[in-house]
């Protein structure tokens, strides 16, 4: 079973920064390793739909929202198996439950229970 644990989610006001971190479990049970899957954010806001925020693959090449592009930096180490989400200038926007999840061989794994960000004026 693959899991995803995310955390790092705060209150924070506008113009700030939080850094998110996940840690994903479990890959090896399916066949995969850290290494060699995608790791993706994702962020769900009440009563709306979900949002892929970033992507990274296993060379580090990164994939933003348009609605992050520039303010948001998505990171990995394998070796802790971890993703890590820096964002930054944070806007009322933003504010929604993050999840993470690893996607191996185009098969995306379920997210975890998410970690909460908040953003006020």
């Known amino acids: 079973q693959v899991q995803a644990m995310e955390s790092g989610g705060g209150s924070e006001q506008a113009g700030g920064s939080l850094r998110l971190s996940c840690e994903v479990s479990g890959l090896e049970n399916v066949g995969c390793t850290f290494d060699r899957v995608d790791l993706l954010w994702y962020r769900q806001a009440p009563g709306k739909g979900s949002e892929a925020v970033a992507l990274i693959t296993p060379s580090g090449t990164t994939t933003y929202g348009n609605s992050v592009q520039g303010r948001f930096s998505i990171s990995r180490h394998n070796a802790e198996k971890k993703v890590f989400l820096q964002m930054d200038s944070l806007q009322l926007e933003d504010t929604a439950m993050y999840h993470c999840?690893?996607?191996?061989?185009?098969?995306?794994?379920?997210w975890g229970q998410g970690t909460q960000v908040t953003v006020s004026s």
């Open positions: 999840t690893a996607r191996c061989r185009g098969r995306e794994f379920p």
